[in-house]
């Protein structure tokens, strides 16, 4: 490691970290990820965009973890308005996450507390996610849900993006689709507006190897079967 400890944090992150965070923020996720230690993860409030404030886990990476965090945040009643994930690697070999939430409501400190019991639950096998997804969604109405792939530059990731409604839980839901088609989710980002979601994720096999094109069509079914509820309008799966 270097005399700079920041300098080696953003090196070891996609080149999009730097574009999208100034040095302010970098600096706090340097902080929260330098005091993760050996534990599983940590989390932390960090002052990001102007007023608002986001949750920062920093976890060691694990296949799934996105719809742990996810099932976490809904335990403690959270919804995700816009989040980013980035994966970086760290000097041992390992893989470390970083993972950034604009959440509604406002964030309190009794409310971090128990967010930060229930993913250490989860995390630990001592808590079922399965109780993430029984809370009840919000009734909302809900139109056409789009899933496609994009071809990375590289041709080693595969960018999925998912376009639907805003609900509760949705990216949740998102999360454990994905995870249940043994996708590991790279990079991703969360974008909500005027009551439409725009994700896209990064995604390998849990090796890491690129996902086949026999597989594509299994991916998006699953997505589609995740977040089309009875009564919408058809979903469209795109090559």
């Known amino acids: 490691m270097s005399a700079h400890p920041l300098d080696d944090f ?17 600096a706090q996720h340097a902080k929260i990820a330098a005091s993760r230690h050996e534990e599983p993860f940590v989390l932390g409030c960090v002052d990001t965009r102007g007023p608002d404030v986001a949750l920062c886990v920093v976890a060691e990476d694990r296949p799934g973890l996105l719809a742990t965090v996810s099932a976490a945040l809904r335990l403690v009643g959270l919804e995700v308005v816009e989040g980013e994930s980035f994966t970086r690697a760290l000097p041992d070999g390992s893989n470390e996450s970083l993972e950034l939430f604009w959440v509604r409501p406002p964030v309190d400190a009794e ?60 990216l949740l839901a998102l999360a454990r689709a994905l995870f249940s088609q043994r996708v590991q989710i790279v990079r991703a980002e969360v974008r909500t507006k005027q009551g439409r979601v725009y994700d896209r994720f990064a995604i390998t096999g849990f090796d890491g190897s690129p996902i086949a094109p026999e597989h594509r069509l299994a991916i998006q079914v699953a997505v589609l079967s995740a977040l089309g509820p009875a009564g919408a309008e058809p979903a469209t799966a795109s090559p």
């Open 111 to 170: 409310t971090l507390e128990r967010l930060r019991r229930s993913l250490q639950g989860l995390m630990a096998g001592k808590l079922d996610s399965a109780r993430a997804v029984s809370v009840p969604p919000a009734a909302c109405p809900v139109s056409e849900t789009r899933v496609r792939f994009v071809e990375g530059d590289a041709g080693t990731l595969t960018t999925l993006e998912v376009e639907s409604d805003d609900r509760s839980g949705l």
């Open 10 to 26: 953003v090196s070891s992150l996609p080149s999009d970290y730097y574009r999208r965070f100034g040095p302010a923020a970098r």
